[in-house]
């Protein structure tokens, strides 16, 4: 089993940065690949990042390339998300995932509760 906990979310301006923390009890968290879904209101939950068991392969939705950085720190059972340029769009609740590395949701067992993150204009 492995648990997952979010945190780092808030009110930012456009243009701003903020970093998302995902930790993870467990200890087989360096066993799973982890990932980031967002869902923003009235949309279906989409995909953002994902990142390897070990760190050394990540995947990007088209909509944050360049802009969002997936990392984890396995000694830390942790993963983040680095967020800058950030746009209006990418207001959403933020959700953290544990599992088999890919894109879509049913590739991971495990999810976190969420953070919200917003955007102002």
């Known amino acids: 089993q492995v648990q997952l906990v979010e945190s780092g979310g808030g009110l930012v301006q456009a243009g701003g940065s903020l970093r998302l923390s995902c930790a993870a009890s467990g200890r087989t968290f360096s066993r799973y690949a982890m990932a980031w879904f967002r869902q923003a209101p009235g949309k279906e939950r989409e995909f953002v990042a994902a990142?390897?068991?070990?760190?050394?392969?990540?995947y990007y939705a088209d909509s944050v390339k360049g802009r969002f950085t997936i990392s984890r720190g396995n000694a830390k059972n942790t993963v983040y998300l680095q967020m800058s340029s950030l746009k209006p769009e990418d207001s959403a609740v933020f959700y953290c995932a544990a599992g088999n590395y890919g894109t879509e949701g049913y590739n991971y067992n495990y999810w976190g509760q969420g953070t919200q993150v917003t955007v102002s204009s």
């Open positions: 990142i390897s068991w070990s760190g050394g392969s990540t």
